[in-house]
């Protein structure tokens, strides 16, 4: 047999191979694999995929799984980007279709939602994070999701390591950084989910440690509120303040207005 017969016969079993699986893909396991893929391991998990002029499937040794659509990945995401697509096997185009078509929202540039998916502002900060996963939602933001104080930020602020992390590139959303020595940052924050996204935040007793700290920016009054209403609602305990204002080094500036609050 001549060598551009073997090649057309490779071709013809896999297209054959192809139809055959799109049916049942244990009639797949009839075919000699290994004469089309040389070196495949049968007995190992395996996936492959079957290119036919209408779709493509993916399956394996064990049975057929399911691509998920752009509107699932995104349900299960929260916030889907076009990265998110890609590494999932999804060609932009289907979500470009989809924003056409209503079903999803973009959120911003490479970020999008599906469209029957409730938004507020703590989803602010999901998109944030989606954008910069190293952004640490915090003052007045992280007031405001602790329900401390009267605080209704119309920008999300953040903290970020000083160095050279770039802040979110937002066009829908504004955002105020403020830097943090990277050694600071590793205490006092908490990993939340909002709308399936991990949101990284300052704990309360972190947040109002970090109100005093940049009293000069946010004003001596809001740290004042924070402490005094966190403290009321129980949002903290005082070890846990104590341990914050050492690591911010506020504890000279906060403990006449500590001593008061208690004793009084």
């Not at 004042?224 to 129980?234: F, S, T, V, Y």
């Amino acid at each position: 047999m001549s060598s551009s017969d073997r090649v057309k016969q490779k071709h013809s079993m896999r297209n054959q191979v192809g139809k055959e699986c799109l049916k049942d893909v244990n009639a797949c396991l009839a075919f000699d694999i290994n004469s089309i893929f040389p070196g495949l391991d049968k007995s190992s998990y395996m996936c492959i995929i079957v290119f036919t002029c209408q779709q493509v499937k993916t399956f394996n040794t064990e049975g057929f799984v399911k691509m998920r659509t752009v509107e699932e990945l995104a349900k299960e995401l929260g916030i889907v980007s076009i990265k998110d697509l890609r590494k999932h096997g999804l060609h932009p185009e289907k979500l470009r279709r989809l924003v056409r078509a209503g079903k999803m929202i973009r959120l911003d540039r490479g970020l999008y939602r599906t469209a029957d998916q409730d938004w507020d502002f703590h989803d602010s900060f999901a998109l944030v994070a989606k954008a910069q996963p190293e952004a640490v939602i915090c003052l007045s933001s992280a007031l405001f999701y602790h329900h401390i104080g009267t605080q209704m930020p119309h920008e999300v602020w953040i903290a970020l390591p000083r160095g050279r992390l770039r802040p979110p590139r937002l066009k829908t959303l504004s955002v105020r950084v403020f830097r943090y020595s990277p050694k600071t940052l590793g205490s006092g924050i908490d990993e939340i989910s909002i709308s399936g996204v991990k949101v990284r935040i300052t704990s309360p007793a972190r947040t109002v440690a970090d109100c005093f700290k940049f009293r000069n920016k946010i004003g001596l009054d809001i740290a004042l509120e924070a402490l005094r209403e966190g403290w009321r609602g129980k949002r903290f305990t005082m070890a846990e303040l104590t341990i914050q204002e050492r690591l911010c080094r506020v504890e000279k500036v906060m403990n006449p207005y500590v001593e008061a609050m208690v004793f009084t």
